[in-house]
């Protein structure tokens, strides 16, 4: 774990190195049958060809893409590492609820998770995913051309906002992810995947535009809220897989 911008960060290289070809190869598959549909909805596994969003519908955004079912217990580990980084127990003081929430997130932890199929048009404003305890990103594809991942400090819009005459603070950090990585941090960290120069993309001739040779793909996996996840749970509403 690091820290950026004071903020806890977890991040490793070459997590699931043996299944990539089979991730990178099944989501290419899903793609080129998706190539009538509107951009919007293509780029993101979340959606229906409709627009209707397949969380709702109770569906799987991860259908179909070979090798998934074994990265998820690759990143649950990492998952729980970083979480006993976060939040270390004092076992001469803490021991009881505290433990006993922790050995019951590591036997099961639920999350939602979708994939993100990137050329070099797309991007991502500023957003968190609060209604998620801890977000991670896994890179499937991420060369060196493709866009970063930059996140913002939570006072950078409260200092611009009350500093005098100040444009621009230095409360953002940019990182460039690669191929095998994964990210962890928490829901409330902004973040965006910031796009290309507006004067390329308004160029007349398209074919000038430094197009990706391959599409950035990443798997974002939100880690829901303990106490919603108990709750929801002993209402019956859904079966621990």
Wanted: a negative charge; glycine letters at 4%.
């Amino acid at each position: 774990m690091k820290n950026i911008l004071g903020l806890p960060l977890y991040h490793v290289h070459n997590v699931g190195e043996h299944l990539l070809s089979d991730l990178q190869q099944s989501i290419e598959t899903i793609q080129q049958e998706k190539v009538d549909w509107d951009r919007q909805r293509s780029k993101v596994s979340v959606y229906t060809k409709e627009g209707d969003h397949k969380f709702q519908l109770k569906q799987d955004p991860m259908e179909g893409v070979k090798g998934w079912q074994d990265l998820k217990p690759i990143i649950k580990e990492h998952v729980m590492k970083f979480y006993d980084e976060l939040h270390p127990i004092d076992k001469g003081f803490q021991q009881g609820p505290d433990t006993s929430l922790r050995e019951e997130l590591n036997d099961y932890w639920y999350n939602y998770a979708w994939y993100t199929y990137f050329d070099e048009t797309d991007s991502y404003s500023w957003h968190s995913h609060g209604q998620y305890y801890l977000i991670a990103t896994y890179y499937v594809r991420a060369d060196e051309e493709h866009a970063p991942i930059q996140f913002k400090s939570p006072v950078s819009d409260m200092y611009t906002a009350w500093a005098l005459g100040t444009k621009n603070v230095n409360l953002e950090e940019t990182i460039q992810p690669k191929t095998g990585d994964l990210m962890i941090w928490p829901s409330w960290l902004e973040h965006q995947i910031p796009a290309l120069d507006t004067k390329i993309l308004n160029m007349s001739k398209a074919e000038d535009v430094n197009k990706y040779k391959h599409k950035r793909i990443s798997i974002t996996n939100g880690y829901v809220k303990p106490h919603a996840q108990f709750l929801y749970n002993a209402k019956g509403n859904y079966e621990q897989k």
